[in-house]
């Protein structure tokens, strides 16, 4: 019986909030603009971006045209003093004035770049790069060292990492991936326990406002409420959550079908112009693009394990801070009021955030160790040291110790909820809410 009665304010808070018209329209919009910010980059690194002309002065005689060659700028020598020509190189129609020194060798800060405004610093860097190249490669021919053996010692070291198992068993395995993938669970958490926490507090505001809460609790016990909005703001929170994955994946892979073949040949076409070191670079990003890292990361981890365990601290832990977000709801009679208390609840949250970083550069730390322990952060840092690996005992311990905190704090919550959503009229203090714990009935 009391079962059913928690099924149907289940049912009740899941149906209302999926039918409103704001839970589509976010659920919508949420993979679009996510998707854009995964497009937009790429969009905007293959439209064709307009070539800027630079007039140089070269005092030195050290450069040649095809020492100037870029694909982004368009460099053009001239002679003349550098006074007058400063002032007509707008008119000309250049972008931008290059004098370089007589003593450049010995006076690279003697470069001056005038433009007839702030330059850019894609054009900034353009210049420097091309100058910096010269002058070093001049500098190592004075000293009698080949430029090409000098190339040549310029080692990148790309070390492979492998995980080695108790039996001995490798796996590759990639650093900067689970970081990546680590990051993006820590932040997702982070933003659902703030947002759907907030909404059961908002609901028990709403119905204690229009005085419906008290023709509800005639017909149920306070805690069977309290239980079943939490689960049912839940519900609704899920299965928006799995909106966002399924339609965010679709999405991206449409871009990606879009764009994967423009992108292909845009690679090929800049290997063609890149020679030498430049185009290995080239090649080597292509291969260690964040994607294929976490890609690499996700080939080596326990995918369902991972998804199971993402489920399991967003559903409890939710339910955890639902549950103290629900009790500052039923102590006050509007969202004014509730800030004070909500900061309390606030700072574990933004806390085991910060926690988070810290984990993600040292998931083994004592500190990364405590933090996914403890009920209020463990959902946010213990999803962090997932992808780098964590003992089995850990992770139940860490299960188990959220659970009981739950436990714990819907209990706490259920006496103040009990008391405060019949109580009107009376500013609600600390001291206030300490004595409703005690109350008996």
């Given amino acids: 019986m009391h079962m059913n009665k928690i099924l149907l304010i289940i049912q009740r808070e899941y149906i209302t909030r999926v039918l409103k ?4 329209i976010s659920s919508l919009l949420a993979p679009v603009l996510i998707t854009a910010i995964y497009a937009i980059p790429i969009w905007l690194a293959m439209k064709d971006k307009e070539v800027k002309r630079v007039e140089i002065l070269d005092l030195s005689g050290l450069w040649k045209q095809s020492d100037l060659e870029d694909k982004e700028v368009e460099f053009i020598f001239t002679a003349g003093k550098e006074q007058e020509l ?22 690279p800060k003697g470069v001056h770049i005038y433009s007839a405004k702030n330059i850019g610093m894609s054009l900034k860097e353009s210049v420097e790069k091309i100058i910096q190249n010269k002058v070093r490669h001049e500098l190592l021919l004075k000293a009698g060292i080949s430029p090409q053996i000098y190339e040549s010692t310029q080692v990148d070291i790309d ?10 068993q490798e796996t590759s395995s990639s650093s900067g991936g689970a970081m990546i993938l680590a990051g993006i669970m820590g932040m997702v958490l982070y933003v659902t326990l703030l947002l759907y926490g907030s909404q059961v507090m908002n609901g028990v505001i709403e119905e204690k406002s229009s005085r419906i809460i008290e023709v509800i609790i005639s017909s149920v016990k306070p805690y069977q409420l309290l239980l079943g909005k939490i689960i049912g703001v839940g519900l609704v929170g899920l299965t928006q959550f799995l909106l966002w994955i399924v339609l965010t994946i679709g999405l991206t892979q449409i871009t990606s079908k879009f764009y ?4 292909k040949n845009n ?15 080239s090649s080597k990003s292509e291969e260690e693009s964040p994607m294929s890292e976490v890609t690499k990361v ?8 991972i998804i199971a365990a993402f489920l399991f601290y967003f559903f409890v832990g939710y339910m955890l801070y639902s549950s103290l977000f629900a009790a500052i709801g039923s102590a006050v009679e509007s969202a004014t009021e509730a800030q004070q ?19 993600m550069q040292d998931p083994d730390s004592t500190i990364a160790f405590w933090a996914s322990m403890i009920p209020f952060t463990s959902p946010i840092n213990m ?6 690996g964590v003992p089995a005992w850990e992770l139940i311990l860490s299960m188990t110790l959220l659970v009981l905190g739950f436990l714990g704090c819907s209990w706490v919550s259920a006496r103040i909820y009990r008391v405060g959503i019949l109580m009107y009229g009376k500013k609600v203090t600390w001291k206030e809410l300490g004595k409703w714990l005690f109350y008996k009935g």
Avoid: C, H
């Avoid at 931008?96 to 006076?107: C, R, Y």
């Avoid at 070390?159 to 001995?168: E, L, N, P, R, Y």
């Avoid at 996700?298 to 394990?305: Q, W």
């Fill in 21 to 24: 018209k704001s839970f589509w």
């Fill in 86 to 107: 400063k002032m007509s190189f707008a008119s000309k129609g250049y972008d931008a004035f290059v004098s370089i020194p007589e003593d450049v060798l010995t006076n």
């Fill in 159 to 168: 070390s492979k990492t492998i995980t080695v198992s108790t039996d001995g």
């Fill in 260 to 263: 994967g073949e423009k992108v």
């Fill in 267 to 281: 690679i090929t076409q800049i290997k063609k112009i890149d020679s030498g070191k430049q185009s290995t670079l």
């Fill in 298 to 305: 996700l080939e080596s981890t326990n995918i369902p394990m």
């Fill in 341 to 359: 208390f909500t900061f309390i609840v606030m700072i574990p949250i933004i806390l085991s955030f910060l926690m988070a970083q810290y984990t």
């Fill in 383 to 388: 999803m962090v040291r997932l992808p780098y």
